[in-house]
């Protein structure tokens, strides 16, 4: 080897030299029983490239994608071969290629890396997150999808894909928010209808397939097919690091909280508050005593209306949703009304999906006590300005309360940047266990709020004559809580934390763009929900299918989608719609499942027995 192994002299390395320094420090890894890439040597470097990996289509994590039913059996070479045997040519032969990008970050320094800041192991990066040599891999730059755009137009047949710019009834503009040319103009707005500039929203490096070697339940196979899960609005899968923090609170820490001296308890204790202040953290709140954990998003809606509800709403008052809310942001203020005499109103949304402010405004009035809406719509993806809706109604003199549960796992949250009266979310939505979720409420609210249930633990003294109630956020919540899953909550926010949710935010933009590009093609989808500001939901319905039909065949070749009302019944009505199919992305699913996505559709396409008038 060379004086110089480092490069240190600015000279271009010598690819065997890198291949043997990776191969060295993959056999010198602490821990190695658990390192899935012991004795796998580096990847070959290519000649006449010097310190850059080969590229790659597939991708070392996702495997070989058998192919679909109705084509020849033989696997294909790659995914996008998939595609071409169902597609136009012109589809295939723009997709982007996927650019090879290196990262490095320490190796974990114990097995305890997942107990960060309540335990004396110290934290060190998840199991298989960010470690040396893996390739990465990023999505579409703003290139790419310039050239899909621009590429020759396939011509128009029966079960074809027919340009991504024409017109139909549901995207009238034929146009989407991240490829709308008075919006993303190109170049000195020289070119119309280019891409915006994904190459700099991707930075910096994502390494999709370091990350999903984090999830064990993405090896899995269903009907022999890899794993593609594309029901991430319904719940999302656990990172080893989220496993391990629940098991090892089990092995070792298991205790009730808060009521005794011993080391368990101190234990327990510590750890569950612990999770306390990282969710405080995570949401921007001024403190840990403004989180309240309770099961989910639904019961945290149903806390607030039988609290502060009750507490403030009347005869004649009004509550106020949007047209796009789940029913768990319907259900409770209905029952309210109903108790009360109160009335509900509703700001409706235009035809891409988008709530329309200027209706929002008239509905507001001094009888307007509290608006409640989603931050993001879990039926169509659509994100919605919440900003504008809590300063608009705080003039109004009115409360607000934002349902997270869709929006705090792809973008970053600040509830005092927000100013948002009450802020809920679930943690199964995050990458956390089931069973646990948040209600963040401004401190003084909480400390006039009555408790909703009564029990042990919210008290700070009892006679048989009155009850003195513990101060927020103990006052609600009574008797034994969700501890270890608490704990797995704060274990699931460290690991997004490592990642950076800007940096999820980045990739899962430029994802869903690639996504929707290769859905809309497709003649006979239709897409619901066409909004300029989205995040990774891609509701959909195919011209001569039952969305059960379409959910089917996409579990037949291992692809996980929801099919369904999705509980927001009001909105799929709104679109003349009782069901969609909805595949939802998050920052492990890769541009290779969503080609598989894209082939499955366009397969069933073809095989329409009714076709095109």
């Given amino acids: 080897m060379s004086n110089d192994p480092f490069n240190l002299s600015g000279g271009l390395p010598d690819p065997a030299e890198l291949a043997q320094l990776a191969s060295e420090f993959f056999a010198a890894l602490p821990n190695g029983e658990r390192n899935p890439l012991r004795g796998v040597p580096a990847p070959d470097l290519p000649a006449g490239l010097p310190g850059h990996f080969s590229r790659n289509e597939v991708g070392q994590s996702v495997g070989v994608h058998p192919a679909p039913v109705g084509i020849p059996t033989t696997p294909p070479a790659t995914p996008r071969a998939a595609v071409a045997e169902v597609a136009p040519a012109g589809y295939t032969a723009a997709l982007p290629a996927i650019e090879p990008l290196k990262q490095h970050s320490p190796a974990p320094t114990t097995p305890f890396y997942f107990l960060g800041d309540v335990s004396s192991y110290p934290a060190g990066n998840p199991g298989g997150a960010n470690l040396p040599g893996l390739q990465t891999f990023s999505t579409p730059t703003d290139t790419d999808l310039r050239g899909l755009l621009n590429a020759e137009e396939p ?40 891409a915006p500039n994904l190459a700099a929203s991707a930075r910096p490096p994502f390494d999709v397939h370091a990350i999903r070697k984090d999830f064990p339940i993405l090896q899995e196979r269903v009907n022999g097919r890899q794993l593609v899960w594309f029901d991430n609005a319904a719940t999302t899968q656990k990172p080893q690091s989220v496993i391990d923090r629940i098991s090892y609170f089990y092995e070792h820490e298991n205790s009730n909280i808060h009521r005794a001296a011993h080391e368990l308890a101190a234990r327990a204790t510590d750890a569950y508050e612990s999770a306390r202040k990282k969710v405080a953290k995570f949401l ?63 700001i409706p949304v235009d035809d891409s999906g988008q709530v329309i402010l200027s209706e929002y405004t008239r509905l507001l009035n001094s009888r307007t006590k509290l608006v409640s809406v989603t931050q993001v719509s879990n039926a169509l993806g659509t994100v919605v300005p919440v900003k504008e809706i809590i300063d608009l109604a705080h003039r109004a003199g009115a409360k607000v309360l934002i349902d997270g549960a869709q929006s705090v796992s792809h973008m970053r949250v600040n509830v005092q940047a927000l100013d948002a009266d009450f802020f809920v ?111 990774s939901v891609l509701s959909f319905v195919l011209d001569g299918y039952q969305t059960e039909e379409v959910g089917k065949a996409l579990n037949e070749e291992g692809i996980a989608v929801r099919s369904g009302h999705h509980c927001a019944q009001p909105i799929l009505r709104r679109f003349g719609l009782e069901a969609t199919v909805r595949p939802s992305l998050a920052f492990y699913n890769t541009c290779e499942e969503v080609d598989r996505l894209v082939s499955v559709v366009a397969r069933l396409v073809a095989q329409r027995k009714t076709p095109y008038k």
């Fill in 155 to 194: 011509a128009l047949r029966s079960g074809g894909i027919p340009s991504a710019r024409a017109a139909d009834a549901s995207n009238p503009a034929g146009s989407f928010y991240f490829i709308d040319p008075l919006r993303y103009p190109g170049p000195q707005g020289s070119h119309a209808g280019a």
């Fill in 425 to 535: 979310f679930s943690g199964h939505k995050l990458f956390g266990p089931t069973g646990i979720g948040v209600v963040y409420g401004k401190r003084d609210i909480l400390e006039n709020m009555q408790p909703w249930q009564g029990g042990g633990n919210m008290i700070a003294d009892v006679t048989f004559e009155r009850t003195i109630y513990q101060p927020p956020p103990n006052r609600f919540e009574a008797g034994t809580g969700n501890i270890a899953d608490a704990v797995g909550l704060g274990a699931a926010i460290d690991y997004i934390e490592r990642i950076g949710i800007e940096n999820i935010a980045r990739y899962e933009h430029d994802l869903l763009a690639y996504a929707t590009y290769g859905m809309q093609s497709i003649r006979g989808v239709r897409l619901i929900g066409t909004a300029q500001d989205k995040a």
């Fill in 284 to 346: 921007g709140a001024s403190s840990a005593e403004e989180i309240i954990f309770v099961r989910g998003t639904t019961e945290a809606i149903n806390m607030v209306a039988k609290t502060w509800g009750v507490q403030h709403i009347g005869e004649g008052d009004e509550i106020i949703v949007s047209h796009l809310e789940h029913h768990a942001n319907i259900v409770p203020w209905q029952q309210l009304a109903t108790q009360t005499g109160a009335k509900i109103r509703v």
